[in-house]
């Protein structure tokens, strides 16, 4: 029988992460792998470190300890990063979109880097090209937001992450922007998404990552974890979302 070696597949691969801000442990052993062309969707308490996992996917956060590769190139090994010149580089394949109220102000500069000009062909997948010549402060925050996933677009990533990209949306805004995720994963996109939109979990993931404690609590495709989990954690934590929804 032939083993697969998942590392060598993933397109995003990270073994015994390990991130603490001061005594704050906040990743404390993460193993994880993205297939291409799979859609995670990580779900969680506010806390447990979801952001500063996906920061840590684009070497915006530099963890103490672990390995990560992404596709294919290493950007950490045994807890040394890539030099910065390299690391920028391999930004480029990994497209990120914050949450809307991240989208300026509170975007480091390097965050603001990221930002690539804005081509015609992305903004068409949007359907905005209409709005190529319009003023950010003309649109309303769900267009903002799909541009904001056209410009990390841009870079033609081979990966995109999503930080709660709907998550301070008016709730008829939501829909236009999993659209565009939808349409960008039925296209094959490579995607981590941190979300709390149940519905867009069930439809489109191919695995949800319950985070909780400093590590992942629980994997598993969609159905299994949204409708039976196994952990109580993961039960506890999807009452309270539920319940708010
Ligand atoms: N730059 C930072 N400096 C110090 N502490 C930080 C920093 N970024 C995050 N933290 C801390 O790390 C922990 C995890 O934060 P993180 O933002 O990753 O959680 P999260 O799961 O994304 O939460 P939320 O659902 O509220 O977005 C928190 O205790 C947070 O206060
Ligand atoms: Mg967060």
Redesign the pocket.
């Known amino acids: 029988m032939t083993t697969i070696d998942t590392r060598q597949q993933a397109q995003i691969s990270i073994r015994d992460l390990h991130k603490r ?2 005594d ?1 442990i ?1 990743l404390n052993g993460v193993d994880f792998d993205v297939l291409p062309g799979q859609v995670i969707v990580i779900i ?10 996906l920061r840590c996917c684009n070497g915006l ?1 530099m963890p103490e300890r672990g390995d990560i590769t992404v596709c294919g190139k290493t950007l950490l090994r045994h807890g040394k990063p890539l030099p910065e010149k390299q690391l920028n580089a391999l930004r480029q394949d990994v497209g990120m979109v914050f ?1 809307p109220f991240n989208l300026f102000p509170h975007l480091t500069v390097m965050e603001n880097l990221c930002v690539a000009p804005v081509m015609l062909r992305v903004l068409e997948k949007v359907g905005l090209s209409s709005k190529a010549k319009a003023m950010p402060g003309s649109l309303s925050v769900g267009q903002k937001q799909r541009v904001a996933i056209s410009r990390a677009l841009a870079m033609s990533p081979s990966v995109m992450l999503f ?2 990209p709907t998550s301070a949306l008016d709730p008829e805004l939501v829909g236009e922007v999993l659209q565009v995720m939808k349409m960008l994963a039925s296209e094959g996109m490579t995607m981590i998404v ?1 979300t709390h939109e149940m519905g867009f979990a069930r439809e489109v993931a191919d695995i949800v990552v319950v ?1 909780d404690g400093g590590g992942i609590v629980e994997s598993g495709p969609p159905e299994q974890i949204l409708t039976s989990p196994k952990n109580e954690r993961t039960r506890q934590f999807l009452n309270a979302v539920l319940t708010r929804q």
């Open positions: 801000f001061g704050n906040v969680g308490p506010s806390g447990s470190g979801k952001s500063t996992f956060e949450q930080d709660e941190v985070m």
